[in-house]
């Protein structure tokens, strides 16, 4: 069984500059966890938090596609958990984008709610990042 995540935030902010955001190691960073990501196919990255008592704090990555400034996708693996991630950017125009988030590859509802729930923080950060 796989289960999916598809999630959509709303940006005051312009495509470009979101799409830096995902993109931008050192950005990224500020709004999800220190990395060493670069938007080029094939790259093999960390996101790195700190450990726990259930798991390392490591996530790995690949990127598959990188469309700038409209279509970023990666894997996400945690332990034997491996996802998709796919960021699709949208210029709603009046300084607006949408941000829609795909994930996929769910074993288990509690992961789903888990990613929903870290996403959903997340995206607040970012708010706070393109504000700045």
């Given at each position: 069984?796989?289960?999916?995540?598809?999630?959509?935030?709303?940006?005051?902010?312009?495509?470009?500059?979101l799409?830096?955001?995902?993109?931008?190691?050192?950005?990224?960073?500020?709004?999800?966890?220190?990395?060493?990501?670069?938007?080029?196919?094939?790259?093999?990255?960390?996101?790195?938090?700190?450990?726990n008592?259930?798991?390392?704090?490591?996530?790995?990555?690949?990127?598959?596609?990188?469309?700038?400034?409209?279509?970023?996708?990666?894997?996400?693996?945690?332990?034997?958990?491996?996802?998709?991630?796919?960021?699709?950017?949208?210029?709603?125009?009046?300084?607006?984008?949408?941000?829609?988030?795909?994930?996929?590859?769910?074993?288990?509802?509690?992961?789903?709610?888990?990613?929903?729930?870290?996403?959903?923080?997340?995206?607040?950060?970012?708010?706070?990042?393109?504000?700045?």
């Open positions: 069984m796989s289960l999916a995540l598809a999630l959509d935030f709303e940006y005051k902010t312009t495509i470009e500059k799409w830096s955001a995902l993109t931008d190691s050192n950005k990224l960073a500020k709004w999800v966890l220190p990395n060493d990501f670069k938007p080029s196919v094939g790259h093999k990255f960390q996101f790195r938090a700190e450990p008592a259930y798991w390392d704090g490591i996530i790995d990555g690949e990127v598959l596609v990188v469309d700038p400034p409209s279509r970023l996708s990666y894997t996400w693996a945690v332990g034997d958990e491996k996802h998709t991630v796919v960021w699709t950017l949208q210029d709603l125009g009046d300084g607006k984008v949408n941000l829609h988030l795909d994930q996929t590859g769910f074993s288990n509802p509690h992961g789903l709610a888990g990613a929903k729930h870290g996403w959903t923080n997340w995206s607040g950060e970012l708010e706070k990042l393109l504000a700045e």
